[in-house]
């Protein structure tokens, strides 16, 4: 069986729905480590340490969000092709 013979288009709008999970998942991981390390006045992390921390976490979750989005675009392109 070579791979042109599978059967993969009834799964391709099933994997977009799940880059688009995984998308929504790596925005609620950001915002949950990003509400944990704001500064509170008994300790932790100062205002300064907080907003590099953010930014720095922020870079990667948006490139496997944006990576994800581009994925799941060609995922629901390809399961609409006759």
């Known amino acids: 069986m070579r791979l042109t013979e599978l059967k993969l288009k009834p799964y391709a709008r099933l994997a977009a729905m799940g880059a688009l999970g995984v998308c929504a998942g790596s925005l609620g991981l950001f915002l949950v480590i990003a509400i944990n390390s704001r500064p509170v006045a008994l300790g932790g992390l100062d205002q300064t340490q ?7 976490l922020a870079v990667p979750f948006a490139l496997i969000i944006g990576a994800h989005l581009v994925y799941a675009r060609v995922l629901m392109k390809y399961a609409k092709e006759p």
């Open 50 to 56: 907080a907003i590099v921390s953010w930014i720095s």
